[in-house]
């Protein structure tokens, strides 16, 4: 267990709101990612951060931006939601003996009508 | 971009049998790493286990191994013994060392059978 909480878990929305999903981690690791999965993509990265107000673009960004205030939150934001951004939304930290793995939360399911 | 390639959609295995699950991946990076993750039917994924591409022995985590061949880039996981638990979603990943991005296969569904 990372201690990796995200929120809400599930969310139904209407096209063009904003939605925001929340990240939340309880043992201070500097990096934070956010990733989508959907059916025969399995997951790609979104955004991720490296430290407070420190963060860059991942591979599926467009139409996504994200904030880091604190060490222990990590907020994606979806400006304007479109149907294509219906999806499940993994959060991850990295940690462990070997500096690359990736301890995942256990993700937002996001339906956008 | 890295390409991880899961040519298995669908696997099947006979309780307390043993299973490869098939991981290739395109790389010309010489520094980097393999990750499977477990992915049951209620969502959460679950690292298994890691592989570094220095590393000469094939990883191991009780009844996953990783079966690495450089040369072929290929990294298949070896489940041992299958369990009814095993039914799930498996996905490989490649990383390169130090960088943020890891690459995901499509994942392959195993089912075991009592």
């Known amino acids: 267990d990372a201690g990796i909480t995200q929120s809400p878990r599930h969310k139904v929305t209407e096209t063009g709101t904003p939605v925001t999903l929340r990240c939340h981690q309880t043992e201070n690791h500097r990096y934070m990612y956010w990733y989508r999965q959907d059916p025969g993509h399995g997951l790609r990265l979104i955004h991720y951060s490296y430290g407070v107000k420190d963060t860059d673009k991942g591979e599926v960004s467009d139409g996504y931006s994200v904030s880091r205030s604190k060490t222990e939150d990590f907020l994606l934001t979806l400006e304007s939601a479109t149907s294509s951004q219906t999806s499940v939304y993994f959060c991850?930290?990295?940690?462990?003996?070997?500096?690359?793995?990736?301890?995942f939360g256990p993700g937002t399911r996001l339906l956008v009508l | 971009a890295q390409k991880i390639t899961q040519t298995q959609p669908g696997m099947f295995v006979q309780e307390k049998e043993a299973v490869t699950l098939d991981c290739t991946y395109d790389?010309?990076?010489?520094?980097?790493?393999l990750f499977w993750y477990k992915q049951p039917s209620s969502g959460e994924m679950i690292f298994l286990i890691y592989q570094g591409s220095y590393d000469e022995q094939n990883a191991t985590e009780g009844r996953y191994s990783l079966n690495f061949q450089k040369a072929r880039k290929s990294a298949n996981l070896v489940i041992s013994a299958s369990q009814l638990g095993d039914s799930a979603m498996y996905f490989c990943a490649w990383g390169q060392t130090g960088a943020n991005n890891l690459f995901f296969g499509t994942g392959t569904r195993l089912t075991v059978i009592p």
């Open positions: 991850a930290i990295r940690s462990g003996l070997h500096q690359e793995t990736q301890y």
């Open positions: 790389t010309s990076d010489q520094s980097y790493g």
